[in-house]
C-alpha cells in the first residue's frame, strides 16, 4: 500500500556496445500520478491430459505518468524534439524518442517509501486538452504514457523500500542503481 507520490526523475540512457549508460539524473516534473501496467506472453504444454509446463515471461511494462507540467525541456529530452535558442519547442514528424529510465518514489506506512527505477524505455508524443476558463476552476495537467523493455541485463524495473535516512534511498536519485552484490544501509 502506498499513499503519496513524489520525486520524479529521469535519466537518459546512450547505448554503445549493446550496454546501457545512465546519464545523471535530472528531475521531471511534479508528479501527479504513475499507473504501471506489466504485459507477460504466457503458455503451457500440455502432456498426458495434464499440464507438464506452465511459463510467463516479461515483454514490456507501459508506465503512464500525470505530472503538473512536463515543460519545453524535459519535453525535448523525452520525446526527441527540438528546443529552439527562444525556448520555442519544435516536435518534428521525423522526431525519434530516445530511450530513458524513469525514477521515483511513493510513500508506505511506518515512514518508509518505496523507490523505484523503470529502467528502459520511450515516450509517445502526449495528447493535449484546453479548456476555456468557466465558473469554477478546472485544471488540465499533463499525462504522458511510456513503455518499458528489458535492459541488456535483462532487467526492467529496479525497486528498494526503506527510510529515507538509509544510504541506499539518499543516493537513489544521484544515479540509476547497478546491481549490488554486497549489501548496503
Known sequence: MTIGLKDLYYS??????????????????AAISADLSVATATGQLFADDAV??????????TLKLGVKDIGNDAA??????????DGVLWANKDDV??????????KKSGNNYKYIWMRKGKFAVPSEKYNTKADKITFNTSEIDGTFIADSDGNW???YTGLETTTKAKAWFTAVPTFA???TA
Open 12 to 29: 537518459l540512457i546512450t547505448e554503445a556496445d549493446g550496454k546501457e549508460t545512465y546519464g545523471a539524473p535530472v528531475a521531471l516534473a
Open 52 to 61: 507438464s509446463e506452465d511459463v510467463a515471461e516479461f515483454v514490456s511494462a
Open 76 to 85: 525535448a529530452v523525452l520525446l526527441g524534439q527540438k528546443l529552439d535558442k
Open 97 to 106: 524518442a530516445p530511450y530513458v529510465a524513469i525514477g521515483f518514489r511513493a
Open 157 to 159: 524495473k529496479s525497486d
Open 181 to 183: 552484490t554486497t549489501a
